[in-house]
């Protein structure tokens, strides 16, 4: 019996020191865990000895579920669009809205942008079928009000950070310069070239 229980004491032990870590997912939300976090993971922290996760969030409301699945948003931003997408990106944050973000940045994504919105402009917005071209806060308050999103301060602030680079994009400024065309050269005449009587060993 004491024996079980010096083994029962060890295996505590062992759990109270197990390596714990902090990380964040795809979709911005933080989490715990004491098995090392997936290759997608972000901003992995290793936490200190005797460090207890914070009790898990209430599980997604009604009313969000609902709203994601009849107005989901989406936010179509690419890899070279630095402030006016940031912009976007942090108005949903700030209004903790989840949402799932495209890169636009090959003739598949530009057409598929061009199919909602009518044009390849990034960032654009799209709530269920309404879709807006640009970042103005007001438009995209618009956008979210009409669907029933809460108003800011009604759920929590997210933090989802842009994806990474799709793979196989080059950045504009490590792309190869194009070729420079070259004037074309006027081809020589096969007719053999006539001398008249003035010309340099012509007869006179």
């Not at 898990?56 to 989901?72: I, V, Y």
């Amino acid at each position: 019996m004491m024996l079980r229980g010096f083994f029962a004491l060890l295996l505590f032990a062992g759990m109270a020191h197990a390596q714990q870590y902090r990380w964040v997912d795809e979709q911005g939300r933080v989490q715990y865990s004491d098995t090392a976090p997936p290759p997608s993971a972000r901003d992995v922290k290793k936490m200190k000895p005797g460090f207890r996760a914070p009790a898990a969030a209430p599980q997604q409301s009604f009313e969000l579920t609902r709203l994601q699945k009849d107005f989901p948003v989406t936010l179509f931003t690419s890899p070279n669009c630095v402030e006016g997408c940031a912009m976007a990106r942090a108005a949903l944050n700030k209004r903790g809205v989840p949402f799932t973000e495209i890169q636009v940045w090959d003739e598949e994504s530009n057409e598929r942008l061009k199919r909602v919105a009518g044009a390849a402009e990034v960032p654009t917005l799209q709530v269920g079928s309404s879709t807006h071209r640009g970042f103005e806060q007001d438009a995209f308050d618009s956008l979210l009000d009409s669907a029933g999103y809460p108003k800011a301060g009604a759920w929590p602030v997210r933090a989802q950070k842009p994806p990474a680079a799709p793979e196989g994009y080059v950045p504009p400024s490590e792309r190869p310069p194009a070729p420079v065309a070259e004037p074309a050269k006027p081809e020589p005449s096969e007719e053999p070239q006539k001398l008249g009587p003035y010309a340099p060993g012509g007869r006179k």
